[in-house]
């Protein structure tokens, strides 16, 4: 969504958070995003996935990728259309991958991989990059601030 930079709305963005603000919201997007590219890119999220994988095969299913059995649903739906037996076929075998998903993302310790993971990316991030995230708190403080003083201190 854009706003036009003379709106009311953008004339009190700015006079609350600062002109910094879109930039810094922009950056800590792009931070937050290469940290989940590199936390699902990781060895130990690869590892859990593969896991995951052979023990999705021991109870039928044939998926490689944690996003197979979404997409294996979404393909079933479209074919299924408007036809109710096939809806609810859908829905059951859903239920069914979903249960299995969840007893081998245990089993595979995927969660616990991914937290893992998602440290070590956070951990080797350069001081450039984290920066960011100093410099979006500092922002937000100051537009809370900001927000105190302009309702007299009831905020």
């Known amino acids: 969504m854009s706003i036009p930079d003379d709106s009311c709305v ?8 600062g002109a910094s603000w879109d930039r810094n919201q922009y950056a800590l997007q ?3 995003n290469s940290i989940v590219t590199a936390t699902l890119d990781h060895a130990l999220v690869r590892a859990a996935e593969r896991k995951w994988a052979r023990c999705m095969r021991e109870g039928g ?3 490689q990728d944690l996003a197979d059995p979404f997409k294996a649903v979404e393909k079933r739906l479209d074919a299924a259309g408007s036809d109710r037996a096939a809806l609810r076929a859908t829905g059951e075998e859903e239920l ?8 081998c993302q245990t089993e595979a310790g995927l969660a616990e ?4 993971a998602q440290r070590q990316v956070e951990q080797e991030l350069p ?11 500092a ?3 100051a537009a809370l601030e900001r927000a105190e003083t302009a309702s007299g201190g009831s905020a």
């Open 113 to 116: 991989q991914v937290a893992r």
């Open 127 to 137: 001081a450039a990059r984290t920066s960011v995230l100093d410099d979006f708190r």
């Open 96 to 103: 069914r991958v979903a249960v299995r998903d969840a007893t």
């Open 139 to 141: 922002a937000r403080q």
């Open 61 to 63: 299913f044939r998926y």
């Open 30 to 32: 792009s931070v937050r």
């Open 10 to 17: 953008a004339v009190a963005r700015r006079a609350l958070y």
